[in-house]
């Protein structure tokens, strides 16, 4: 099996959103109401193209996976609240997300492999920490970031919505 991770580009897009359909589904086979609503679309995958900050998981020559990799701090971020962000050197970090895995994949253990590109990838930019959130309802992808190396950190509101949680999670490297 061949594997890597490479910068997305505008041909990949249709299976980045097929992926994050997928994604969708198993959250709400779940009953997690994250990714239930219009996002992630069309339109924030093309921003992350547009900002080069698209990424992929190939497999074989398939599309196995997409994330987004934002080297500018998020708002969401911002304000922590039942815990705090590691004291570090500086508050320069990157953040992952919109990450899924394809349906057809699953089982393989790739996220793994995912996430520690991603963290390479952040390391080679110049940034020692990256953040991760996930809905608390999300424990599968919440064992596949603590796997990955991240520790809890608190709690983060999406745009300020108190009813839109998520756990919060920093790595620093």
Same mark, same amino acid.
């Given at each position: 099996? +061949? ?6 580009? /505008? ?13 969708? %589904?198993?959250?709400? #086979?779940?009953?997690?109401?994250? !990714? ?14 547009? *900002?080069?900050?698209? !990424? ?6 398939? $599309?196995?996976?997409? *994330?987004?990799?934002? @080297? ?9 609240? &039942?815990? +705090? !962000? ?8 990157? /953040? ?6 394809? /349906? ?6 790739? #996220?793994?492999?995912?996430? +520690?590109?991603?963290? @390479?990838? +952040?390391? &080679? %930019? ?12 999300? %424990?599968?992808? &919440?064992?596949? $970031?603590?796997?990955?190396?991240? @520790? ?9 919505? #108190? ?11």
């Amino acid at each position: 099996m +061949s594997k890597y991770v490479r910068a997305a580009t /505008s041909a990949d897009l249709p299976a980045m959103l097929a992926t994050i359909d997928a994604g969708r %589904q198993a959250l709400a #086979a779940d009953q997690i109401p994250q !990714w239930q609503g219009t996002y992630p679309a069309t339109p924030d995958l093309q921003a992350d193209l547009d *900002a080069d900050r698209a !990424w992929v998981l190939i497999v074989d020559g398939q $599309i196995a996976g997409t *994330a987004a990799l934002l @080297t500018t701090p998020d708002p969401n971020y911002a304000q922590i609240y &039942q815990g +705090s !962000w590691a004291p570090h050197t500086d508050d320069h970090y990157a /953040s992952i997300h919109r990450i899924a895995i394809a /349906s057809g994949f699953h089982g393989q253990h790739l #996220a793994d492999f995912f996430f +520690s590109n991603l963290m @390479t990838i +952040s390391y &080679q %930019q110049g940034f020692h920490q990256l953040r991760i959130d996930t809905h608390r309802l999300n %424990q599968r992808m &919440q064992h596949v $970031i603590t796997k990955a190396g991240f @520790t809890y950190r608190g709690i983060v509101y999406m745009a300020g919505d #108190a009813q839109d949680q998520r756990n919060a999670y920093q790595i620093l490297l």
